[in-house]
């Protein structure tokens, strides 16, 4: 009687633990995807260089124009004295 009232509590405990144990979740983590972000970066990055190198190009033109606007004004002045010093004589 010992051991079937052992044998039969093993059985009611391995039952039990059975009954007792839930399954986990499998959780699916979806793939990063990295290519697109890497990809927006470089085009951000080439947008950027090439915002620097336009606004270095526009730099460079508005002070050339700003240099030619320095020697007309001179060019004017120059004229302006010559045709006073002709007027006068």
């Keep these: 009687m010992n051991k079937s009232l052992l044998l039969a509590s093993l059985v009611a405990a391995v039952a039990l633990a059975a009954c007792g144990k839930k399954e986990e979740a499998v959780v699916v983590v ?3 995807v990295t290519a697109p972000a ?3 970066a470089s085009m ?3 947008a950027a260089s090439s915002a620097v190198m336009s606004a270095g ?3 460079a033109s508005a002070d050339m124009a700003v240099g030619a606007a320095k020697d007309a004004a001179a060019a004017v002045k120059d004229a302006a004295g010559m045709a ?3 007027a006068g004589k």
Excluded: Q
Aim: hydrophobic share 75%.
């Design 84 to 86: 006073a010093s002709a």
């Design 44 to 46: 951000a990055d080439a």
């Design 30 to 32: 979806p793939a990063v």
């Design 38 to 40: 890497a990809a927006a």
């Design 57 to 59: 190009a526009a730099s």
